[in-house]
């Protein structure tokens, strides 16, 4: 069974990068679909971007979410999450998940990171 660990988040002044990691232990990531999720305090957890074991990609339609971009390295069985031009908007605990399926939802979980973006 697939363990994931996210890391990489912090506080951050607005206008900075920051690049979220997702490490894989217990699994061969190149065989799962990966994404990113984001949950504000007492809101639900909502899709930010995937990739799929090939590669291609797909990113939440919210227009804040351009400054996101999801890549992987198959090597190091990593995913990453670039957050550019960070807005306080922003601020949430980021998490990684992996899915056998093509498609819907995702069966593995990370713990998440959270994100602090300061003004």
């Known amino acids: 069974q697939v363990q994931l660990t996210e890391s990489g988040g912090g506080l951050v002044q607005a206008g900075g990068s920051l690049r979220l990691t997702c490490a894989a232990s217990?699994?061969?990531?190149?065989?799962?679909?990966m994404g990113w999720f984001r949950q504000d305090p007492g809101k639900q957890r909502e899709f930010v971007a995937s990739?799929?074991?090939?590669?291609?990609?797909?990113y939440s339609t919210d227009p804040r979410r351009v400054r996101f971009t999801i890549s992987r390295d198959y090597a190091k069985d990593t995913v990453y999450l670039q957050i550019d031009n960070l807005a306080p908007e922003d601020t949430a605990v980021y998490y990684c998940a992996a899915s056998i399926s093509t498609y819907g939802s995702y069966e593995y979980w990370g713990r998440g990171t959270q994100v602090t973006v300061s003004s």
């Open positions: 217990g699994g061969d990531l190149s065989t799962y679909r």
């Open positions: 990739m799929s074991r090939r590669g291609d990609t797909t």
